[in-house]
Every structure is written in C-alpha cells, then in structure tokens.
C-alpha cells in the first residue's frame, strides 16, 4: 500500500493547449515544438490522425524494497518499474487529450459524487498526507471498525484495450471512438517502445552526452539504426498501457469508473469508507466478515479483468485501542493510537544517505584548496537532516509535514538516530 510519500496531487494547466505546450525536459527521437507548431498540430483533429508516433523511450527504474522479518531482520528485494517517455510531439498531443477527457471524468465523479472516493492523479490540492490522515481520522470516529487494503497486480499492463475503449467512448458521449480519439488510443494501446540504453548503443552515445542534444538522431538514422536495427518493441496483447504518458493515469482512473461505482455503493451500504489510490484500494467498515469483502473486491476487479495481489491484502481490526495488525497505507502506518511512518522508508532513507554521503567523499577532493565534502557540508545537511530548508522536498521536510498533520510524536523518534549516523558518515 506504499507510495511515493512526496506525492502530491498534480496541478492542472489552465487550458488544454497549455498543458500540450507544457516544457519536457529530455532528450528524444525528435526536437520540441515551437508554441505555433504545437498549437497547429494539438488542436486540428485531421493532423493527430496523420500523426505518426515515434515510439517510446524506456528507462528501467529499479528501487530497493526492504521488509521487516523479525526483530533486527530486515528483508531487502529489487523491484523494477519501467517507465516510458513520449516524444515531444506525441506528449503534446497526449497532454491535450488527457486535459479534455479530465474535464469529462472530473464532471462524472461530480455527478456520481465520487469525487472524494478517487485520490490520485487528481487536482485536489492535497497530498499522500491528508488523504492517509482522513483515513486514519475516520477510524478512529467509528470503531469498531475493520480496515481492508487490496492492489492490483499489474496494473497499467493489465488494463484491457476493449474496456478501455469502450470507456473512453462512453465518456466523450459516443458509441465508438471519434478518429482522432481513435489515433491516439491505438498509439497507446499497441504502443512501440524502444529501451533507452540499447538506443544509445546504437547511436554510439553516452547518458553525459544526452546534456548536450537537441534530440537523438535525425530521422534517416532513426530509421537505419533504430527501425532498421529491430530494436523497437511494439505491444501485440490485448492489455497494457505505457506508464508515464501525459494521459495514462487519466484513463487508468476512467477504466475504474464502474468499479468505483460499485465499491462505492457496497460501502455505503454497510456504513463504510471507500478510497482508492490508484491501484491502491482502501474500505473500512463496521466489523464484518473481511473474507466476503474481499470476495466482493476480487469479483469487481476480475468484471474489469484485472487481478488482486493477494499477497499485499491486508486486513486490520480496529477496537478500543490498538489494531490487532497496523494498517500501512500512503506511506504511513496507524496502529491504531498513533501513525508513523513506514519501516521500509526509513531503511530506504538511511540507504540513501549513505550512498549520497559516500557519493560526496569519493568526489574530487578538493576545489581551490577546499576539500569538495566541507564545501558541500552544508547542501549534505539540508539533505540528509532535520535542518532541511522550509521550502525544500526532502525526507525531512517530508517527515516534519507527516507529523505535524498527525501530531504523532512517534515519528520524530523514529529517526532520532539520523544525527548521530549522518555525522559518522561524515567523519569516516
């Protein structure tokens, strides 16, 4: 049930053309649009019908998991998520149409009052924080109460095209796709991806040189080297959309919408609460049976061909004092007396800070006389300790946030050894 805990829901552009003409920082198979190209190509539903999409750019993102086995164990496991990055004009179209299907969706949760039940990719104004905190606040006003969290296994690679498709029409109000739609759906749904690291090797570049392009290749090299060498992968299933395209996590939120209707009035009927975080589900109800809830979940999901883990199920009953098992959800923990934050995040910060330390050490030494770490002592500081500056989006500014909005004393103790492991980093 864990999240980036930094996350807050998005801010939205103020018209679709702004958020297409929005600035993407990277380098790809072609060069960014000028704002009167971007205009002309976005808004004329003939030009994204002739539009030919280059394919997207993967990059690997392997993250470091840690599980807390027994007293002093700690687990550790490698998950990799693959994200993948449009070209600059196919995420200006993207980045147009997910602004006009926005506007449709967030006028449906309006009108099926679902807007507090749907969380992520959202313009709430609101971040992982609150929404874990109005959780765990509305358990603690209705105990007895029982606490259930599923996932999704897979979730963006999951979501089958014929639903979505149908969803997608349902929501613009058509019985089929209008062409244009139809263009870019079909860009996403058998989309071409190329990895990063074999793209370079083929243009015989390095990641450093990546500062210094404008884009990857010209197109007659791109067509000899990348088309013509096989190095695209184009997806023939039936499911699976890329995750980190402009519009992925709006049509992974409309692909849900009958699922959200139905969870929504099964907890209601029971008195309950109901959120959902992505492919993240959350129901607390008045103690029930957890076994036909969760039988209720699966069947929901499986109508929309998609599959629980059920090994991230988790099911905590709440009484007069603590739960029997602390609910993990959005990054933090409630026991059911105070939250905390997660075990995993704080062995993943300690992780962090001794590689960002050593990182520093092994730097060149010196710059003027001045050795690099006494340099960058205090942009070391600001990072890795309490002393983060207000306005800063760090760990700390993170876990000062986190308890203040729970005024759990329990997370500053968490980490009250950072000190003391920060300055042995330092001086060794």
């Given at each position: ?142 105990r ?19 639903i ?13 796709l ?94 309950g609460l ?40 988790l ?6 004092s ?8 959005l ?65 700390f500014?993170?876990?000062?946030r ?7 004393a ?19």
């Amino acid at each position: 049930m864990g999240k980036d805990p930094l996350k807050t829901s998005q801010e939205r552009p103020k018209s679709a053309l702004a958020a297409a003409r929005l600035t993407r920082g990277y380098v790809h198979f072609d060069t960014p649009l000028s704002r009167s190209d971007c205009k002309q190509l976005v808004t004329s539903p003939e030009a994204v019908c002739k539009h030919s999409f280059y394919p997207f750019l993967r990059v690997d993102f392997v993250r470091t998991k840690f599980q807390r086995t027994g007293p002093g164990q700690i687990k550790r496991s490698k998950k990799v998520r693959d994200i993948r990055y449009a070209s600059h004009a196919d995420a200006a179209i993207y980045a147009y149409y997910n602004f006009m299907l926005t506007e449709l969706y967030e006028h449906q949760l309006e009108l099926l009052e679902l807007s507090e039940n749907v969380t992520a990719f959202r313009a709430l104004g609101k971040s992982n924080l609150d929404f874990a905190h109005e959780a765990f606040d509305w358990i603690n006003n209705n105990r007895p109460c029982v606490a259930l969290g599923f996932d999704v296994k897979d979730f963006f690679g999951s979501l089958d095209h014929a639903i979505l498709k149908a969803s997608w029409a349902s929501l613009v109000g058509a019985n089929s796709l209008p062409s244009d739609h139809y263009a870019v759906f079909k860009s996403l749904t058998k989309h071409a991806s190329v990895e990063l690291r074999v793209a370079l090797k083929a243009l015989d570049l390095s990641r450093s040189s990546l500062e210094r392009l404008t884009r990857l290749c010209e197109p007659a090299q791109f067509r000899q080297q990348i088309r013509g060498g096989n190095l695209i992968y184009t997806n023939a299933k039936g499911h699976g959309i890329p995750q980190g395209s402009p519009i992925s996590a709006a049509l992974s939120n409309i692909y849900m919408l009958p699922f959200d209707i139905k969870l929504k009035a099964y907890v209601a009927e029971h008195g309950g609460l109901y959120r959902r975080y992505c492919d993240d589900i959350l129901l607390v109800m008045p103690e029930t049976d957890a076994k036909s809830v969760s039988e209720f979940v699966e069947v929901a999901l499986s109508d929309l061909k998609l599959t629980m883990q059920h090994a991230k199920t988790l099911v905590s009953h709440f009484g007069a004092s603590k739960s029997d098992r602390p609910l993990q959800y959005l990054g933090l923990v409630y026991d059911g007396v105070q939250a905390s934050l997660r075990a995993a995040g704080v062995s993943r910060f300690y992780v962090k800070m001794r590689r960002g330390v050593r990182q520093y050490k092994g730097a060149k030494k010196t710059d003027g006389g001045t050795p690099l770490l006494v340099q960058r002592r205090k942009e070391i500081l600001n990072r890795y300790s309490v002393h983060a500056e207000k306005k800063s989006r760090t760990y700390f500014s993170y876990v000062k946030r986190a308890a203040r909005k729970t005024k759990s004393a329990a997370i500053h103790q968490q980490l009250r050894m950072h000190r003391a492991r920060l300055k042995s980093l330092m001086e060794t």
